[in-house]
């Protein structure tokens, strides 16, 4: 089994940044794929951005491309989500997930693992 806690959340203006981290415990998290993906009550879960386990490969969603940058460091068992040029739109609660096999794009539905979520709120 695969922990995931996401943090770093919070309210910044628009044009402001924040970084999210995703720390997995009881499992080594370099061994999956991980990805990020936001929602906001009453839609769907919005793929944000997915990375292969050794990083060497990264895919956005074209609302984040350009702004946002997802990065893992394997030794500490972390994810990130450095998120530049915030809109109020990009305003939800993110989360991680991860999964074994990397396939870009995938949807939230083939992901195995969790966290329980970070709120992100972006005021204009």
Known sequence: QVQLVESGGGLVQAGGSLRLSCVGTG???SSYAMGWFRQVPGKDREFVADISWSAAVTYYADSVKGRFTISR?????TVYLQMNSLKPEDTA??????VQ?????RSSGTYDYWGQGTQVTVSS
């Open 27 to 29: 499992r080594t998290l």
């Open 73 to 77: 460091d394997n030794a500490k068992n």
């Open 93 to 98: 609660v993110y989360y991680c997930a991860a």
């Open 101 to 105: 096999l990397y396939r870009r794009g």
